[in-house]
Antibody, heavy 129, light 110 residues
Framework: EVQLVESGGGLVQPGGSLRLSCAAS????????MSWVRQAPGKGLEWVAN????????YYVDSVKGRFTISRDNAKNSLYLQMNSLRAEDTAVYYC??????????????????????WGHGTMVTVSS | QSALTQPASVSGSPGQSITISCTGT?????????VSWYQQDPGKAPKLIIY???KRPSGVSNRFSASKSGNTASLTISGLQAEDEADYYC??????????FGGGTKLTVL
């Protein structure tokens, strides 16, 4: 079964750090761009960051640049989100999501363009004193 | 990186069709045919229902369709069913290799 399982959420004080993990199973993680998407309580979805198959490209929403770092270990079938200098507004459920490849007909390379077809169940991060 | 604009709520009766709009800018929706749509039930993870503008993943009903005109993308659900009641989100690829979601639309089936 194709599955993503997040872990690592919890309660942290403002200014603190957390590292989220996302374990992939049932598919080859190294073939996909991966993203983190969050949802504050009662609010909408917000894309947070993504990472290329080999980790060579990473992109972030402006609000987390310089504070969050996305990474992956394909050998361990795992995706990570290191979150530093946490703020109250970072409180949310954090989902990891697989991005369906959009294949370039010339190069055959599959890039992720936001077709998040597999999602984890999410892990809650609460930033509060 | 401003959120795409969606109506907060829409409603319809069983069997009817409804359309949810998603308005962006020339930096996202207007420049790329890379809008995706998600259905989210309360307390659950989102589910992909449309990608690359108008494609449906395997297993998604053909009652769901989508289109785009200029800076506005639209999701249409035909033959509305009670099970379609959920929150719906659009998402677009944007300049600087980022993504932006809409604020979400709550669909009520009357």
């Amino acid at each position: 079964e194709v599955q993503l399982v997040e872990s690592g959420g919890g309660l942290v004080q403002p200014g603190g750090s957390l590292r989220l993990s996302c374990a992939a199973s049932g598919f080859t993680l190294s073939s996909y761009w991966m993203s983190w998407v969050r949802q504050a309580p009662g609010k909408g979805l917000e894309w947070v960051a993504n990472i290329r198959q080999d980790g060579s490209e990473k992109y972030y929403v402006d609000s987390v640049k310089g504070r969050f770092t996305i990474s992956r270990d394909n050998a361990k079938n795992s995706l990570y989100l290191q979150m530093n200098s946490l703020r109250a507004e970072d409180t949310a459920v954090y989902y990891c999501a697989r991005d369906l490849p959009y294949y370039d007909i010339l190069t055959g390379y599959g890039r992720g363009y936001g077709a998040f077809d597999i999602w984890g169940h999410g892990t809650m991060v609460t930033v509060s004193s | 990186q401003s959120a795409l604009t969606q109506p907060a709520s829409v409603s319809g009766s069983p069997g009817q069709s409804i359309t949810i709009s998603c308005t962006g800018t020339s930096s996202d929706v207007g420049s790329y045919n890379l809008v995706s749509w998600y259905q989210q039930d309360p307390g659950k993870a989102p589910k992909l229902i449309i990608y690359e503008g108008s494609k449906r993943p395997s297993g998604v009903s053909n009652r769901f369709s989508a289109s785009k005109s200029g800076n506005t993308a639209s999701l249409t659900i035909s033959g509305l069913q009670a099970e379609d009641e959920a929150d719906y989100y659009c998402c677009s690829y944007a300049d600087s290799s980022t993504f932006v979601f809409g604020g979400g639309t709550k669909l009520t089936v009357l």
